[in-house]
């Protein structure tokens, strides 16, 4: 079959399953290649492409299902904070015999054990192959894309991050809780992680206004005590 530049074709195809599959998760992958151009002339390279469909598969019968969560902390294991965003990592393994979906949230809570965000742990519902684990993330006040493993960006320059301080003002201890569920046989794991939020640019800032305008006030009030006296009439001592 060969599809033309700028169009599509639908590409039908089927799966046979034997008699004796075993039960659980089975894989496939179906591969569309581009044909490479003739070279022209010696010394030339020609370059063809390949994309592959991953095809999941589930036999039904008794499958077991094991697993659980290896790690969940904050990226690179940072523990202080002047801002937001905050990079949540995890990482789920699968000892059972077919794929599983874990879902759950992340909720954080802050000094006051107010909820202040609750994330939604695995938006994409990433699968985890048996025999594998696999890393998931995500973000508390970012919704841009962050390589994975690395925090994301924060705003650069002193004055750009006390901005960002302001607009997403969070300060003190705050506690991350990530609760996850999967499988027929709804398994649970949870895990937490704690971690500081310090704006000390804003506050910085903050404390040279407070200063300044202690020293304006004490110079004013000092002015304004010395006038009061100037104005008062001299009392002279009685006879």
Do not use: C
């Not at 591969?31 to 370059?47: H, I, K, N, T």
């Not at 954080?108 to 695995?122: D, P």
């Not at 300044?212 to 009392?235: D, E, S, T």
Request: charged share 15%; glycine share 12%.
């Amino acid at each position: 079959m060969v599809v033309e530049s700028g169009k599509q074709s639908v590409v039908p195809f089927s799966i046979a399953i034997p008699q004796n599959a075993e039960p659980g998760g089975h894989f496939a992958a179906i591969f569309f290649g581009s044909q490479p151009p003739g070279a022209q002339g010696s010394g030339q390279v020609s370059v063809g492409g390949k994309i592959g469909v991953l095809v999941l598969l589930t036999v039904s019968g008794s499958v077991s299902e094991g697993g659980g969560l290896l790690d969940f902390n904050t990226n690179n294991n940072q523990r202080f904070f002047s801002t937001l965003p905050v990079g949540f990592s995890w990482r789920v393994n699968n000892t059972g015999g077919d794929r599983i979906v874990p879902r759950g949230d992340i909720k954080i809570k802050n000094t006051l054990q107010f909820t202040s965000a609750t994330l939604e742990a695995n938006k994409a519902e990433g699968s985890v192959l048996p025999g594998s684990a696999r890393k998931f993330e995500a973000v508390w006040g970012n919704k841009s894309p962050v390589i994975s493993g690395e925090q994301p960006e924060s705003p650069k320059g002193f004055f750009a991050m006390a901005g960002s301080e302001l607009s997403n003002f969070h300060f003190g201890w705050y506690s991350a809780k990530l609760n996850l569920n999967w499988g027929l046989s709804n398994q649970t794991s949870n895990a937490s992680y704690s971690f500081f939020v310090i704006p000390w640019q804003l506050l910085l800032i903050i404390l040279v206004i407070l200063v300044i305008v202690w020293f304006i006030g004490k110079i004013a009030l000092k002015r304004y005590n010395r006038y009061i006296i100037g104005r008062a009439p001299a009392q002279m001592p009685p006879q």
